[in-house]
């Protein structure tokens, strides 16, 4: 069973994902002068989602807090591991 810093986790990591999608979002509707202001934002909002899920994937690699439910939960599901649980199609892992 994920701990509660997994959890806590977890969640950080989403917010910085979604706090990156709605400066991308906002993107296109920047007027002209504004838009490096507007991109610095994303790329910050970027970086962080960047940290948060290192933050994570670390916690889960040190802690080993999922243990071995998570993982037969994985197998079971035919994916490779827990990261592609929690990223599905986020993760980069290239498999």
């Given at each position: 069973?994920?701990?509660?810093?997994?959890?806590?986790?977890?969640?950080?990591?989403?917010?910085?994902?979604?706090?990156?999608?709605?400066?991308?979002?906002?993107?296109?509707?920047?007027?002209?002068?504004?838009?490096?202001?507007?991109?610095?934002?994303?790329?910050?909002?970027?970086?962080?989602?960047?940290?948060?899920?290192?933050?994570?994937?670390?916690?889960?690699?040190?802690?080993?807090?999922?243990?071995?439910?998570?993982?037969?939960?994985?197998?079971?599901?035919g994916t490779q591991d827990t990261e592609e649980l929690v990223l599905g199609d986020q993760g980069q892992s290239g498999g």
């Amino acid at each position: 069973m994920p701990c509660d810093d997994w959890s806590a986790l977890l969640e950080r990591y989403r917010r910085a994902v979604l706090a990156y999608s709605q400066a991308v979002t906002s993107l296109p509707l920047t007027p002209g002068y504004h838009f490096d202001k507007v991109w610095q934002r994303a790329e910050k909002e970027r970086a962080e989602a960047g940290i948060s899920r290192a933050a994570l994937l670390n916690h889960e690699h040190e802690h080993a807090c999922l243990g071995h439910s998570l993982a037969s939960r994985a197998t079971a599901a035919g994916t490779q591991d827990t990261e592609e649980l929690v990223l599905g199609d986020q993760g980069q892992s290239g498999g």
